[in-house]
């Protein structure tokens, strides 16, 4: 395969997100875990404080559960898209397809079903500001390219199954531009982590990125640095 030129783009901090969610138990550990992430967080528990706080505030994000009292999701969002376009991305445990289109339909930016890993929901967040900031929202290493936004990793067209963290881990290996990647920057990057678990979790995961991109016909995108890490390209 070519290589290529790794096109990268930074995660976004300091941004304000607003998190709809009435189930208060996932709504402390949303905004603990995005506060901890370097984002500005406010919370909302029903769809009328909901509305009120996007319509009043200028946030760079909205996390917006469907099924809230007072009002749903969706009547939050298609009152919010009357007057602004802030990024809203559904939370929501229905996963039927009718429910995704009529969110998307409605002005919903992206759609994430629960259960969820806080590591895809952070990785979509990424895509998101990157395109609301006009950030680069693909990253291309010869033929391979990763879509940011929808989460899908291709070689030459074609798509390759990577699990979240797998997507996430060759997210940041790109993002850095061929400059080596250390296990703990990858821990916490990844897997939210800022201490180190005491596992080979990173090593077995590249291990089975690069097992997948050469089945794929990409033998060179992951390299191993000695002492240092890893480091695409």
Known sequence: MKTGRIVSSHNETGMRILVAEDDLRLQRSLVKALSENGYAVDAAADGEDALFKAESSDYDLVVLDVLMPLLDGWQVLERLRRSKRTPVLMLTARDATRDRVKGLDLGADDYLVKPFSFVELSARLRALGRRQHGAPTRLRYGGLELDL???????????????????????????????????????????????DPGTNVVDVHVNRVRRK??????ADAVRTVRGRGYAAG
């Open 149 to 195: 936004v929808g989460r899908v990793a291709t070689v030459d067209g074609r798509r390759i199954a990577l699990t979240p963290i797998e997507f996430s881990l060759l997210t940041a290996l790109l993002q850095a531009q061929g400059e080596p990647v250390t296990r703990r920057q990858l821990l916490h990057d990844v897997w939210g982590y800022d201490f």
């Open 213 to 218: 991109l050469e089945d794929a016909g990409v």
